[in-house]
Nanobody, 119 residues
Framework: QVQLVESGGGLVQAGNSLRLSCAAS????????MGWFRQAPGKEREFVAA????????EYADSVKGRFTTSSDNAKNTVYLQMNSLKPEDTTVYYC????????????WGQGTQVTVSS
């Protein structure tokens, strides 16, 4: 019922920025908390950032604090991840997910978007 599509990934040099978007379709998007995750080949998916459905609360992994910012535009059914000061270790596939409850399991996943940071 809810479809998520990430976009905005690409190839950048270290120190540059990207903004990822996660566009949702479905009538109940605003009822979900949204999260960003990343997963490298052969590794587990790891948490990056989360935002409450109201946009009033955000949480970040230590590895991205101070560099990444997540925000939402409920009118557009879109969540953003602004990624600044990118590092080569940020290279991986990024996914957005929707959860019915904060800290709950992800109910819907996007297809992922590749971010590659060169040094």
């Amino acid at each position: 019922q809810v479809q998520l599509v990430e976009s905005g990934g690409g190839l950048v040099q270290a120190g540059n920025s990207l903004r990822l978007s996660c566009a949702a379709s479905g009538r109940t998007f605003s009822s979900y908390a949204m999260g960003w995750f990343r997963q490298a080949p052969g590794k587990e998916r790891e948490f990056v950032a989360a935002i409450s459905r109201s946009g009033g609360y955000t949480e970040y992994a230590d590895s991205v604090k101070g560099r990444f910012t997540t925000s939402s535009d409920n009118a557009k059914n879109t969540v953003y991840l602004q990624m600044n000061s990118l590092k080569p270790e940020d290279t991986t596939v990024y996914y957005c997910g929707a959860a019915r409850r904060c800290n709950g399991p992800i109910d819907y996943w996007g297809q992922g978007t590749q971010v590659t940071v060169s040094s």
